[in-house]
């Protein structure tokens, strides 16, 4: 792919304002995604879906241009690509479903505080279908089975045996839908509020990027077409696969997939590595190994046959972990990203050039994370600010 050409590309106005809020929604996933990751805070992934439901619909307030969400959405996705994990899919794949549920309901129902309140509770909402389909994967649906074990061991020790477990998830789910909708109403009175306000020049100064070194995932690292395909396989097939072998044929499966895997990256793999996953495979396995029966009636305290479901589980988290973690490295190939940035996709790639350059100021310029969560609506309303001058900014660069 020709650079010089790539980076001669005149943006719309459209793309300008995509790379602004694609920067800046990118901004706030580093700066509170890496603070909820250091402090391990529960539901982090909510949390941040709504932020990004409040930007999202703050931002359409002062552009409310058609395709605008769904293209911040899709560079704020490929800046993630650049984050430290090894496993990029499932994170680009929330942004985007988070960028479409409200470009939609924007295109149907329109720019008006019903329509923004329902988008909202559906944008947020989709962090928790999200995150069960994520668990689906990453332990089947043994999953399923051990959750159930432990409500209706809960319930009965307080003594409300009769709750449905079905009626648990109604309730979570009614309260991602309310949290959603006061997300997307705080977006809107943040969008319009403003929109009515003046701002300071900040003389913000961003540098030229290379897009495709900051998509890279390690120079050293060798990528192979023949590997992607062979991964792209792998995870559908092998998943099914483990449904229908016995305990001792999976072991073999995944261990001979993983020895493959580990050795051609094992630069790369970092999550591996980490403790933190090998306490979350230990603990799976205790907990399903529990009889809770005999636990409740002071008979047997382990069950063989959860052990062994525990075990299958953790065999399964570990082939999803390094199949994906895999993908996504192949994923970088320079061959596969040139292919995407061909054919008519040389404005998302001058658009990421845009926004990856400003990334580093307007990471500097965000409000702390403390901030952002004790002063929600001024952290905001700062950014929105800021925004008017970075569209300045990306229009002089697009036009010197």
């Not at 924007?106 to 947020?124: E, H, K, P, Q, T």
């Not at 020895?259 to 051609?264: E, R």
């Not at 061909?342 to 307007?362: C, E, H, Q, T, W």
């Amino acid at each position: 792919m020709n650079k010089e050409k790539s980076s001669s590309i005149q943006l719309e106005s459209i793309w300008l304002k995509a790379s602004v809020l694609g920067g800046l929604w990118a901004s706030v996933e580093i700066i509170i995604g890496s603070f909820f990751h250091n402090l391990r805070i529960p539901f982090a992934g909510t949390i941040l879906a709504a932020n990004a439901t409040v930007l999202m619909i703050a931002f359409y307030q002062i552009w409310p241009e058609k395709g605008l969400i769904w293209r911040a959405g899709l560079i704020a996705a490929l800046m993630k690509s650049i984050s430290p994990s090894a496993v990029i899919l499932g994170p680009m794949i929330g942004i985007m479903s988070e960028a479409l549920i409200i470009e939609l309901f924007i295109r149907f129902f329109g720019n008006n505080l019903i329509s923004l309140a329902v988008a909202g509770a559906f944008s947020v909402s989709s962090a928790l279908i999200h995150k069960i389909v994520s668990l689906l994967i990453l332990y089947g649906f043994n999953i399923v089975t051990l959750t159930l074990d432990i409500i209706h061991f809960i319930t009965k020790q307080v003594k409300i045996e009769n709750v449905d477990p079905l009626t648990i998830m109604v309730i979570v789910g009614a309260i991602y839908f309310v949290f959603g909708f006061i997300s997307a109403i705080a977006g809107f009175l943040v969008g319009k509020r403003s929109k009515k306000l003046d701002f300071k020049i900040q003389g913000f100064n961003p540098q030229k990027a290379d897009t495709l070194n900051l998509l890279s995932v390690n120079p050293n690292q060798r990528f192979s077409i023949v590997a992607f395909f062979i991964h792209l396989i792998m995870i559908p097939s092998g998943l099914l696969l483990m449904n229908f072998l016995s305990l001792i044929y999976t072991i073999m499966f995944v261990s001979t997939y993983s020895s493959f895997s580990i050795y051609k990256y094992r630069g790369s793999l970092k999550r591996l590595l980490k403790p933190i996953f090998w306490l979350q495979l230990m603990l799976i396995m205790f907990i399903a190994s529990i009889n809770w029966k005999g636990f409740s009636a002071g008979g047997s305290f382990i069950e063989v046959t959860g052990l062994k479901m525990g075990f299958e589980m953790a065999i399964r988290a570990i082939f999803v972990v390094i199949a994906f973690s895999s993908f996504s490295i192949e994923l970088r190939n320079p061959l596969i990203r040139d292919l995407l940035f061909r054919n008519g996709l040389d404005k998302i790639y001058s658009s990421l050039g845009l926004a990856f350059g400003a990334l580093p100021v307007m990471i500097e310029a965000m409000p702390k994370p403390m901030t952002f969560l004790r002063q929600p609506v001024r952290s905001f309303s700062k950014m929105m600010l800021q925004a008017k001058e970075w569209l300045m900014v990306f229009e002089k660069k697009n036009n010197p």
